[in-house]
Every structure is written in structure tokens, then in C-alpha cells.
């Protein structure tokens, strides 16, 4: 395989469902579509053959048929009857981590609020990562995130699509013991492990596409019609030649489709605000909570407090402050990328309370991704020219995550 030119990321953040101001979402059908893509590749087999969980040993354990195998410990144990709900996962695709976890156990949040179907989610997300190193150890790449709460599979490999050297990357982002999200190495940041098999599959510095994840943003949701692609990209900062090669091949698919060229501007210290403007609804419902008396107050006051955790601090914990001022909220290296992702209707939202994938939304995705990797190969000198202009080395920011 020649050396790629064009590179294709999808993460999945485990749990990752809420963020401040009404987001909801499936945050791996980045994951699902780059492995989707792996697992053509591979004639890999990803659905699962068998779901167990004990909980006397507290683990989860999801095995596909091709021999990939998955493992989870939530922090508060398994119940029984949970152990016997997480069979409900075997027979489908574990690539649908989300989609799955939300069959079996009925719905899902991050930040330790539920942690069985945060951590069923990232044991069928890392069984379908070992399926392809299981399914081909040589051409696959695998690593494990080396963050310190987290223990993600991150893998990828060389192949060509539309006659182009590409390489794509599927990795997971799992905080231990059903937590999170922390999302350090989404996208294509390229930091500790991760920069490691990005760099092996020539990933570090070239035009990429970055596929995030299926969501309900009011701004945005609340016009539509219909479920909609969405093409973002922060103009004079990351690749608007990926973002147009993007936007023009969902157009002539027939897709809906919006395009934002101004999605990402750098803004330093936005996510430190965030934190802490989050931080401090956290304390004046916890405040309410220390003075309150009646048995009323103490229910309003505690209900409030897991609104705010369950939904609210999702949006600031997924990432570390000073690497956002560069890669932004999807995690992006300046200068390479554009971003592809799907936005739900608000009746949809309304029946269904949290996005999930289906395989419709796989298909739809990777025939864009395929068709815009030709459009972006036609442009490659262009592409090539912007990325140099703008690119960041991530490397210097490595002891942040520590």
C-alpha cells in the first residue's frame, strides 16, 4: 500500500449523550462509519456472538463472532437483573455500540450517572476494534488509550478508496468504570498512543475527515424537516477544501445537507469558562440543598443536581481546557480537517429522548465519505496547500493530558 493521502477519523465518546444548552447525541457513529469502513475492508465479522456480564466479578464481557473480545467494570457493580438484559445485545453489530446498549438497557448517560450502559457501550465498541486486530494482527494497528482514566482500543489501517491511499482510524474513548467522557484523542488529535499509530499509518499531516457523531442541537434542529447531514468547518483555521468536498458530495447524492464554514473559532479559555460557569450552577443547587429543610425542597434541590451532572457537566469534562483553545470540540488539527456528522429533528428527539444509530445512517455517511475522498483527490495540491498553512504540530501539548 503506497503511502496514504487522505485520512478518515471516527471516535466514539463512550456515554457522552448530553452537553449544555439541549445537545443530545449518539457520539459514535464516527466510530461506526470509519469502522464500517475497516470492516469491508477486512470481510470482518462484528456482530456479537456472545454478551456475558457476572455480577459477582463485576465484568462485562462481549465476544463477536470473528473472536473480537470487549471487557467493562462499572463502578457500582452489575445487578443480576442487568446481567440478564445485556444478553438482549447479542446477535447485533457491535459497531452500533450506543444503539445497542440502548436495547438492552433502555438508555445511557455519562459522568458516572449510568454506568452498566456506559460500560456495555465501550465493551462492544472495543470488541469490534480486537475483531479487526484478531482479523488481520498484521495490516490493523492497535493501541489502548494511555490517558489515566481511560482504556479505549484505537485502531486503524492502510487501504485505498476511489483509488486513493487512505488511511482510517476508529478509536474509542472510554473512561474506566462506565465514567466519562473524557475525550482527549477524538478526532484526529494525534497525542500519546494515538499520535503513535497515526504517524505508522501516516495519518500525522494530511487532508482528513473527521467524522463525528448523530445529534439534536436546538439552534439547528428545531428548522428541520427531516434528519440532515452537517458539514463544519472553521474557515481560515482548518480545511475547506475537505469541508467542500464534503458539501458537494452529500449534494449530488441527494442528501440534505447544511454546510457551516464558521463552526470552530478558536476562542482561548472557553472551555474553562464553560467548566466553571457549569461548575457553579453545581454549587448554587447544592447550596439550595444545605439550606433546605423540607422534604420537598431536599427532592427539588437533589433532582436539580442530577439534571445538572447527568446533563450539563458532559460538555466540559470530555476535554482538557488548554487543548481545546487549539482542536476545538470535535478535536481537530488545525489546518487538516473538516467535519461530517448528522443532526436529528425535534420530533425525532421527542420520540426517542436519545439519538441512536441505525445502519441507514452508516450507509448514507460512508457513501459520502467515499464519494468526497475522489473530490478531495481531484483537489489534493489545494487541500495540501491550505493544510500547510495552517497546521499545528499537537505535540508540544502532550503533558497536558497527564
Known amino acids: 500500500m503506497s503511502t496514504a493521502l487522505i485520512g478518515i477519523a471516527g471516535h466514539a465518546g463512550i456515554g457522552h449523550t448530553h452537553c449544555p444548552g439541549g445537545l443530545i447525541q449518539d457520539d459514535s457513529l464516527g466510530f461506526a462509519v470509519a469502522a464500517s469502513i475497516v470492516k469491508d475492508v477486512l470481510s470482518a465479522d462484528t456482530r456479537v456472538k456472545s454478551a456475558a456480564a457476572d455480577p459477582d466479578t463485576n465484568v462485562i464481557q462481549i465476544t463477536t463472532i470473528d473472536g473480537g473480545v470487549g471487557r467493562a467494570k462499572p463502578r457500582r457493580g452489575i445487578t443480576p437483573r442487568e446481567a440478564r438484559l445485556i444478553h438482549a445485545v447479542e446477535g447485533g453489530d457491535a459497531i452500533l455500540s450506543q444503539t445497542l446498549a440502548i436495547h438492552a438497557l433502555g438508555r445511557i448517560y455519562g459522568q458516572g450517572v449510568l454506568e452498566t450502559p456506559s460500560s456495555l457501550q465501550a465493551a462492544l465498541a472495543n470488541a469490534a476494534i480486537d475483531t479487526f486486530r484478531n482479523k488481520a494482527p498484521d495490516a490493523f494497528r492497535m493501541t489502548t488509550e494511555d490517558l489515566p482514566t481511560n482504556s479505549g482500543l484505537i485502531g486503524g489501517l492502510a487501504t485505498d478508496i476511489a483509488g486513493t491511499p487512505t488511511s482510517v482510524l476508529a478509536t474509542v474513548n472510554e473512561s474506566a468504570s462506565g465514567l466519562g467522557p473524557n475525550e482527549d484523542l477524538e478526532g484526529n488529535v494525534a497525542l500519546g498512543s494515538k499520535r503513535r499509530v497515526m504517524d505508522e499509518l501516516g495519518m500525522l ?157 452508516i450507509d448514507a455517511m460512508k457513501s459520502i465519505v467515499r464519494a468526497s475522498v475522489g473530490k478531495l483527490a481531484s483537489r489534493l495540491g489545494e487541500a495540501n496547500r491550505v493544510l500547510d498553512k495552517y497546521y499545528e504540530d499537537l505535540s508540544p501539548l502532550e503533558p497536558l493530558i497527564r
Not at 266 to 276: N, P, S, V
Not at 294 to 303: E, H, I, P, Q, S
Not at 319 to 329: E, G, H, I, S
Open 205 to 361: 499531516r494530511i487532508p482528513t475527515i473527521v467524522l463525528e457523531g448523530k445529534a439534536y442541537k436546538p439552534s439547528l434542529s428545531d428548522g428541520l424537516k427531516e434528519n440532515t447531514f452537517l458539514v463544519r468547518v472553521q474557515r481560515d483555521l482548518d480545511n475547506i477544501v475537505v469541508a467542500e468536498a464534503l458539501h458537494e458530495a452529500a449534494k449530488e447524492l441527494g442528501y440534505p445537507v447544511i454546510f457551516i464554514d464558521d463552526a470552530f473559532p478558536r476562542d482561548d479559555g472557553a472551555l474553562r469558562r464553560k467548566t466553571e460557569e457549569v461548575a457553579d450552577s453545581v454549587v448554587r443547587a447544592a447550596e439550595v440543598l444545605k439550606k433546605a429543610e423540607r422534604g420537598t425542597d431536599k427532592v427539588l434541590a437533589a433532582a436539580e443536581l442530577a439534571r445538572l451532572v447527568s446533563h450539563e457537566v458532559g460538555g466540559c469534562s470530555f476535554m482538557t481546557d488548554r487543548l481545546f483553545d487549539v482542536v476545538r470540540t470535535t478535536g481537530l488539527i488545525p489546518g487538516t480537517s473538516a467535519v461530517l456528522s448528522i443532526l436529528v429533528t425535534r420530533d425525532y428527539l421527542e420520540h426517542w429522548k436519545i439519538p441512536f444509530i441505525e445502519q441507514e445512517d
